[in-house]
């Protein structure tokens, strides 16, 4: 099969033939229809996550179709991947309902190989049936952006009045659902990206603007998707005594130190690791009733290294989404 590969964190990937994986017990294999790019894979390229398997497929947004059955799931059903991949079942945390906090779990397109190829494998325990009406394309952002996003909106409580700094493809499907729920979001981004302003608006933002701005209300609580320590303490400045900022990814450059009266009030700053099962079923039903819309940028799986690029640039808007199979003759993405 066809794989981008990394062989060296620091170092572009590289285009490899490999034999197609071999599942293992409990193990389903599945053709990839598509793979959504995450920035946690940024962080991976870069070496700001430390540990990865080596050479790694990287890719933990992944739908496709099962080839080689196991458990629940079927020949030929449409499934997705996310990046919880394993967990040992028998530790404090996976026994007490937080596997996503557990020692030994093991991690898709980080410690195990994941979706930046024509076929994977994947522990069929940790995957969920996509919702019909989804194309692949639209449905692999859910499995990382959607997933971590829909545990760091549960984690920011019954706040009516929610503000989400960056916003890219966590924050484009968490809009939705908030909005859905009730809530008022409040888009913060780049300072003078109208752009990136204009697209929170579109996806359903009561008010965009840039990160030096104070928002029109004051904010319930806030969501940092953004991995740049010093909006923690920028949110902290806008949310209510008794409000909290959730930071939503699994890398951030260094909080800086702030006033203790920032905090004071009973405020609280608090972080979102990995996610659980029970995280998955709990938005995939959602999506049964809830249409979420993404704006995508697709790209062929062997221009993984410009996908990479634009989000790492901020060009992007939205998600960009590797589908393996496809081609492009202008040598960038597709909008969708």
Same mark, same amino acid.
């Given at each position: 099969m066809k794989a981008m590969l990394l062989r060296r964190q620091?170092?572009?990937?590289?285009?490899? @033939?490999?034999?197609?994986? *071999? $599942?293992? %017990?409990?193990?389903?294999?599945? +053709?990839? &229809?598509? #793979?959504? /790019? #995450?920035?946690?894979?940024? =962080? /991976?390229?870069?070496?700001?996550?430390?540990?990865?398997k080596l050479?790694?497929?990287?890719? =933990?947004?992944?739908?496709?179709? /099962?080839?080689?059955?196991a458990a629940v799931f079927s020949e030929g059903e449409r499934i997705g991947v996310p990046w919880l991949g394993w967990t040992c079942g028998v530790c404090v945390y996976c026994t007490s309902g937080r596997e996503n906090? #557990? &020692?030994?779990?093991?991690?898709?397109? !980080? *410690?195990? &190989?994941?979706? !930046?190829? @024509?076929?994977? /494998?994947?522990?069929?325990? !940790? #995957?969920?049936?996509? $919702?019909?009406?989804?194309?692949?394309? %639209?449905?692999? $952002?859910?499995?990382?952006?959607?997933?971590?996003?829909y545990r760091a909106l549960r984690m920011a409580g019954d706040a009516r009045r929610l503000g989400f700094f960056g916003f890219g493809s966590a924050a484009q499907i968490l809009v939705q659902i908030a909005r859905a729920n009730g809530a008022t979001v409040f888009a913060f981004t780049r300072d003078n990206d109208v752009e990136a302003q204009a697209f929170a608006r579109t996806m359903g933002a009561a008010w965009a603007g840039g990160t030096g701005e104070a928002p029109p209300e004051p904010l319930d609580a806030a969501i940092v998707f953004a991995p740049a320590g010093e909006l923690v303490v920028t949110a902290l400045r806008h949310v209510v005594k008794g409000g909290t900022v959730v930071c939503a990814g699994i890398h951030m450059s260094d909080i800086p130190s702030f006033p203790y009266e920032l905090l004071w009030g009973e405020r609280t700053i608090r972080s979102v690791a990995n996610l659980t099962r029970r995280d998955g079923n709990e938005l995939f039903a959602r999506l049964q009733t809830l249409r979420v819309e993404t704006r995508r940028?697709?790209? $062929?799986? %062997? +221009?993984?290294? %410009?996908?990479?690029?634009?989000?790492?640039?901020? @060009?992007? *808007?939205g998600t960009a989404v590797l589908i393996p199979g496809s081609t492009s003759d202008a040598g960038g993405g597709a909008a969708r």
């Open positions: 620091g170092e572009p990937l590289e285009v490899a @033939e490999r034999p197609t994986p *071999t $599942p293992g %017990e409990g193990e389903l294999l599945l +053709q990839v &229809d598509a #793979c959504a /790019v #995450c920035r946690t894979d940024l =962080h /991976v390229v870069d070496g700001e996550l430390t540990e990865p050479p790694l497929v990287l890719g =933990h947004q992944i739908v496709g179709r /099962v080839v080689q059955a906090l #557990c &020692d030994r779990a093991l991690f898709t397109g !980080y *410690t195990r &190989d994941g979706g !930046y190829a @024509e076929y994977a /494998v994947a522990d069929a325990r !940790y #995957c969920f049936p996509i $919702p019909d009406g989804y194309s692949a394309s %639209e449905a692999a $952002p859910l499995l990382c952006a959607g997933l971590i996003g940028t697709e790209f $062929p799986l %062997e +221009q993984a290294n %410009e996908a990479l690029r634009v989000l790492r640039s901020g @060009e992007l *808007t």
